[in-house]
């Protein structure tokens, strides 16, 4: 070819993809060297077949075209006439001799309508196949690890629930005025059960229903002991039911026993009470049992009985001095409240001689307004 007509072929970079007999990635298959390829003005008698070329002239502009590239020889089209062999994509425009020629060989990829989907890589395969091995191991691996675990938990659980570990020793304290006797009944419950699985919360409650108990701790101490602290409730007052028997109250008004006899030690509430067993609660009571406990020590000599009447009103009587006794009004029993008695208190030592006799009533439903009377 002569000098004049190398100037004026096209300079153009073609890029080659696919060879039909390669299975091969991008890169991996042989290279066809562009310059080997004749253009469309090649006329060699070898054949050619169909080809897609796409021109790119510059960045604003593209161009597809369909040109015949000469077959190699010995290659002849398929039976159905449709376009095989190599695509061939031309970058650039004729006189465009900026870039160097530059070549790509690969397999040709399947169309995205293909109903099998696009061709995969072997290599690209064996990649995935070897990650997705690796994942299996680690599932594995970490079920293993899993399944050591709780197979080691419940063996562990299986030992510690035998007799092995039974309760043969169980201590209790606190104990002043709760009945010995339930206690040990409730406590044989557990006895010689296996320490991890006996009903400790139930002994619990079992224990803080007694009548005398305020609250009970239990403690577990591996492996055989049991430590069973009691608080036991404080008596402040004893009311006479209707039943005529006498019932000791905490301040929450829960009746702790019941005795036939008055039990002395405790503030006596006169009247009319409900005739309940050890156990269950008075509410009004209570309020009467919270006053007696903020008497100050100078009135509460003073007072000999507390009286609460069917309609819970409470009143007090009063040893002021020996001239006589004064009934004290404090009215409803859901409205007592210890400004009541810090004025009652202060009235009485500043208001009443102690060398006259006293008022025969005074009235003090209100910490704000107390008044006498001797009626």
């Not at 994942?135 to 659980?157: D, E």
């Not at 055989?224 to 109250?249: C, F, K, M, S």
């Not at 009004?284 to 069917?310: C, I, M, N, W």
């Not at 404090?330 to 208190?345: E, G, M, P």
Request: net charge neutral; aromatic share 4%.
């Amino acid at each position: 070819m002569s000098d004049e007509e190398q100037s004026t072929t096209p300079k153009r970079r073609t890029v080659v993809i696919g060879e039909p007999a390669l299975d091969a990635a991008p890169g991996s298959g042989p290279t066809i060297d562009p310059l080997l390829i004749p253009l469309p003005e090649d006329t060699r008698s070898t054949g050619s077949r169909p080809t897609e070329v796409m021109v790119v002239p510059g960045a604003d502009t593209a161009a597809t075209t369909l040109v015949n590239v000469p077959l190699p020889e010995g290659e002849t089209h398929d039976a159905t006439g449709d376009r095989t062999g190599a695509r061939v994509i031309v970058i650039g425009k004729e006189g465009d001799d900026e870039l160097p020629d530059a070549s790509y060989t690969a397999q040709s990829s399947r169309s995205p309508d293909d109903a099998r989907g696009p061709r995969v890589h072997p290599r690209l395969k064996a990649r995935r196949l070897a990650v997705s091995q690796r994942a299996g191991r680690r599932r594995i691996v970490w079920s293993a690890v899993l399944g050591g675990a709780v197979l080691l938990v419940i063996i562990s659980a299986l030992v510690l629930s035998t007799p092995l570990f039974g309760i043969n020793k169980i201590k209790v304290s606190g104990i002043v005025y709760t009945d010995q006797e339930q206690v040990n009944e409730i406590t044989s419950s557990v006895w010689h059960k296996p320490i991890l699985t006996a009903d400790l919360d139930g002994v619990k409650r079992r224990l803080a229903a007694l009548p005398w108990v305020k609250y009970a701790t239990v403690e577990m101490k591996f492996p055989h002991t049991v430590l069973i602290q009691i608080a036991e409730r404080t008596p402040v007052a004893a009311y006479l039911g209707e039943d005529n028997q006498w019932r000791p109250i905490d301040i929450e008004g829960r009746v702790i026993d019941v005795f036939e006899g008055r039990p002395v030690d405790y503030m006596a509430i006169y009247g009319a009470g409900p005739s309940l067993k050890a156990g269950e609660t008075a509410p009004e009571y209570g309020k009467v049992a919270q006053l007696v406990t903020a008497l100050p020590s100078a009135l509460r000599d003073l007072v000999k009985v507390f009286e609460v009447d069917q309609q819970f009103n409470v009143s007090m009587t009063l040893a002021i001095n020996k001239r006589g006794d004064t009934l004290v009004e404090l009215c409803a029993a859901k409205n007592l409240d210890v400004l009541q008695i810090v004025s009652l208190t202060a009235f009485i030592n500043t208001k009443v001689d102690p060398k006259q006799a006293p008022p025969g009533r005074i009235t003090a439903c209100k910490a704000d307004l107390i008044t006498t009377s001797n009626a």
